[in-house]
């Protein structure tokens, strides 16, 4: 029986939508009715053309702020990116200067056959 006074209860909801959405004027606009922790619904709220609701009203931000947060995904004048590559292990240094030295080694070798 609950469920048919739930029912009943939806179809009136649809009927009040239809009455009220026939009443707007231009601009004008309906805010669905939510439903409560104990199940019943509020009513449906009206919302008069050109009027915000406080909860949709952007927050004020000072301009500091706004710079602030524009500064913060800039990087700096003069920053290079390349500064920030990972540090290079010791096995990555170690054969660098292995590399570096068969290359003297290479070049002097090869200098001297000439």
């Not at 009040?16 to 019943?40: F, N, Q, V």
């Not at 952007?58 to 524009?70: C, D, F, H, N, T």
């Not at 920030?84 to 054969?95: A, G, I």
Request: glycine share 8%; with cysteine; net charge positive.
């Amino acid at each position: 029986m609950a469920s048919s006074n739930n029912g009943g209860g939806e179809d009136q909801h649809l009927k009040e939508m239809a009455d009220l959405s026939k009443t707007l004027k231009e601009g004008e606009r309906i805010l669905a009715p939510t439903r409560r922790p104990d199940g019943t619904l509020r009513k449906p709220i009206r919302i008069r053309a050109g009027y915000v609701p406080q909860d949709e009203v952007a927050i004020y931000q000072p301009k500091g702020a706004l710079l602030k947060k524009e500064m913060a995904s800039q990087v700096p004048p003069g920053y290079e990116l390349a500064s920030e590559t990972k540090p290079k292990t010791k096995s990555v240094k170690r054969n660098e200067r292995k590399k570096e030295k068969r290359l003297q080694i290479c070049s002097v070798v090869c200098t001297l056959d000439l």
